[in-house]
């Protein structure tokens, strides 16, 4: 089954960090621009970081930057979001993305765009 599967996500305090993962059955993610959105409740997805398929390209959303870090490891098969100094509005289900046909830049500013693969989303929860 070609699917996406995050993982990683959890309840923390203010100021901790979680890893996310983001792992694809199926298929290979080598050569796919991936991104991770998230979207809290009663708000409109958006998008966090993404990374280019071709040469590792990242960009972030003006809310994470210096605080989130989007790696892959293609021997793994798998997309990372490290997340330091998490913030209450950092809370939502996050949700990665796969798209063979968008640069990265491109790929951050389409939230709700029919990409190639979707997951099925991991819930942060950023609370004291």
């Known amino acids: 089954q070609l699917q996406l599967v995050e993982s990683g996500g959890d309840l923390v305090q203010p100021g901790g960090s979680l890893r996310l993962s983001c792992a694809a059955s199926g298929f290979t993610l080598d050569y796919y621009t991936i991104g991770w959105f998230r979207q809290a409740p009663g708000k409109e997805r958006e998008a966090v970081s993404c990374i280019s398929g071709s040469d590792d390209t990242t960009v972030y959303a003006d809310s994470v930057k210096g605080r989130f870090t989007i790696s892959r490891d293609n021997a793994k098969n798998t997309v990372y979001l490290q997340m330091n100094s998490l913030k209450p509005e950092d809370i939502g289900v996050y949700y990665c993305?796969?798209?063979?046909?968008?640069?990265?830049?491109?790929?951050?500013?389409?939230?709700?765009?029919?990409?190639?693969?979707w997951g099925k989303g991991t819930l942060v929860t950023v609370s004291s």
């Open positions: 993305a796969a798209d063979m046909s968008l640069i990265v830049q491109a790929m951050c500013k389409f939230p709700y765009a029919n990409h190639d693969y």
